[in-house]
């Protein structure tokens, strides 16, 4: 595998049910983030970690939890979603996102759909 | 508040023809302007980029036009081929915590 990877490529899950999205980097780097993208809105950010430590939180609903257990993985735990939470989910990683005007590479992202 | 705005939100051109894509900004602190083309089914990649204190870049068929006074940039797609035809998001970056604000994005599709 190279690049960033995201399992899985499609996700549909009830509002009651529990999802975790996974990411994995095989780029060396030390930052990963998850985004939002909505179909003809900008892409949104939604958290970063750097280094396995959270450092940006855009005011994402605390259904939505992040974990990043080491520099190659970042997980994305769903809970209790609603309807406009469907969305395409965008994994990114860059050699560090604090030190640094490194470039961002993505997934090719996880397609959610929320019934 | 959207802080880069994008326009068209989809244009078709023949093939050879030229695709113009525009995007504009307020806020100063922005100081690094990348383009990426992202294809179905995948995610956003760098296509080209530019700094402020240039006002032209050309990779290729593909160049970036930069006016820092209207605080406004373009992507030309000269000699548009079929293989081109993706969603373009236009970005621009703050200096001080690197972070990325994308423009909503523009559909190209390129008729044969």
């Known amino acids: 595998e190279t690049g960033v990877t995201q399992t899985p490529r499609h996700l549909v899950m009830g509002m009651t049910n529990k999802k975790s999205l996974k990411c994995e980097q095989h780029l060396g780097h030390n930052a990963m983030y998850w985004y939002k993208q909505s179909a003809k809105k900008p892409l949104e950010l939604m958290f970063v970690?750097?280094?396995?430590?959270?450092?940006e939180n855009n005011s994402v609903p605390s259904r939505f939890s992040p974990e990043c257990p080491n520099s190659s993985h970042l997980f994305l735990h769903l809970h209790t979603l609603q309807p406009e939470d469907s969305a395409l989910y965008l994994c990114?990683?860059?050699?560090?996102?604090?030190?640094?005007?490194?470039?961002?590479?993505f997934g090719p992202g996880t397609r959610l759909t929320v019934t | 508040q959207q802080q880069v705005k994008q326009s068209p939100q989809s244009l078709i051109v023949q093939k050879g023809g030229i695709s113009i894509i525009n995007c504009a900004y307020e806020n100063t602190a922005f100081d690094y302007f990348p383009w990426y083309q992202q294809f179905p089914g995948k995610g956003p990649a760098l296509l080209i980029a530019?700094?402020?204190?240039?006002s032209e870049k050309k990779e290729g068929r593909f160049t970036i036009s930069f006016n820092k006074s209207a605080k406004q940039f373009s992507l030309h797609i000269m000699d548009s081929q079929p293989g081109d035809s993706a969603t373009y998001f236009c970005a621009a970056r703050r200096g001080q915590d690197y972070k990325l604000s994308f423009g909503a994005g523009t559909t190209v599709t390129v008729r044969a």
């Open positions: 990114a990683s860059s050699q560090d996102s604090r030190a640094g005007p490194y470039e961002q590479y």
């Open positions: 970690y750097n280094f396995k430590e959270q450092t």
């Open positions: 530019i700094r402020p204190d240039v």
